[in-house]
Structure formats: structure tokens, C-alpha cells
């Protein structure tokens, strides 16, 4: 059980790095406009989150398991994932839980960083976004209003219609 448990954790840990590499490679793509680079680094970053998808199912196994050697009842229904992997720690070794739970924080602590990175460039991106569409309603006046489908919800311009005449 607990060479299984070190396994998974590893195998996610080492997956949490490469996906901050791959998501430092985005921000940069992003920000400096190269798209092919863009959809390349989110491809590969689709494919981490596959692998890290199928370790966390095989880790639900391994609780599974856990609940059923050790015979505890409401096992899966009253704990989180984080009190299901501590329920498995306490029954190992004293050597053992302090190597688990040490990777187990470790890991924790990549994704948090990784997900404060996203939303950091999330944020950068909708800022942009909306930068973008505040100098297109006061450039193009005209189109400033809102347009409503006959559903009757809001609408937004398509610009991929617009020319711009490239002299003022």
C-alpha cells in the first residue's frame, strides 16, 4: 500500500512540475503574441492534466482498497481526499507516514503555486480583453451599443466583419 501511495504521489508531483514549466511557456507566448507556440504548450498541458486525471483515479482505487483491508465503515462518504489520505498514513510506520505526507505536502504546495499562476495570467488576459474592447467602443462609436439577439440576450460584436481604413 504504501509503495503504491509513494508511486502516485511521485508520478503527480513530478506531472505539477511539468505542467508549471508548460504554464510558463504559455504566459510567455502570451505575452509576447506568439499563438502557434500558444496552442502547442496548451496541448501539452491538456495531455498533463489526462495523466494527472488518471492518477487521481487510481489513487480513489487505492483508498478504495485501503477501506476495504481495513474494514471502516463510511470510509469514502465522511472524509475529503485529504482526510482519506491521512486515514491511509496512520496505519503506516513512522518513517513511512513522515515520507508520505512530506510528498503529499510538497504536492499540495506545486498546485497552489500553479493555480495562483493561472489565475495570475487568466487575470492579465481578461484585463487585456477588456482594454481591447474599451478602445473598440470609444475608437468605433458607432458600434458602442448593445445588439441583442432575438432571444433576447446580449450579443457581442463580431469584429472578425470590420475593416479598418488604415489613414486618419
Given amino acids: 500500500m504504501y509503495e503504491k501511495c509513494r508511486d502516485i504521489l511521485l508520478q503527480e508531483f513530478e506531472l505539477i512540475e511539468n505542467a508549471a514549466a508548460v504554464q510558463e511557456k504559455i504566459r ?7 499563438w502557434t507556440i500558444f496552442e502547442d504548450n496548451m496541448s501539452a498541458m491538456n ?24 474494514h471502516q465503515k463510511s470510509f469514502s462518504d465522511n472524509l475529503d481526499d485529504k482526510g482519506r489520505f491521512y486515514a ?38 481578461n484585463g487585456m480583453k477588456s482594454t481591447l474592447q474599451d478602445f473598440i467602443d470609444l475608437a468605433f462609436i458607432e458600434r458602442g451599443g448593445k445588439m441583442y439577439t432575438k432571444d433576447g440576450t446580449h450579443f457581442s460584436h463580431d469584429m472578425r466583419s470590420m475593416v479598418l481604413n488604415q489613414s486618419f
Avoid at 49 to 61: I, P, Q
Wanted: hydrophobic residues 40%.
Fill in 28 to 34: 510567455q507566448a502570451v505575452t509576447e503574441r506568439k
Fill in 47 to 70: 495531455t498533463i492534466e489526462g495523466k494527472l486525471e488518471n492518477l487521481e483515479l487510481e489513487r480513489e482505487v487505492l483508498f478504495s482498497v485501503h477501506q476495504t483491508l481495513t
Fill in 88 to 125: 491511509l498514513v496512520t496505519l503506516l510506520p513512522e518513517n513511512q507516514r513522515n515520507e508520505l505526507t512530506s510528498i503529499y505536502r510538497s504536492l499540495k504546495f506545486e498546485a497552489m503555486k500553479l493555480k495562483a499562476a493561472n489565475e495570475s495570467l487568466f487575470s492579465y488576459i
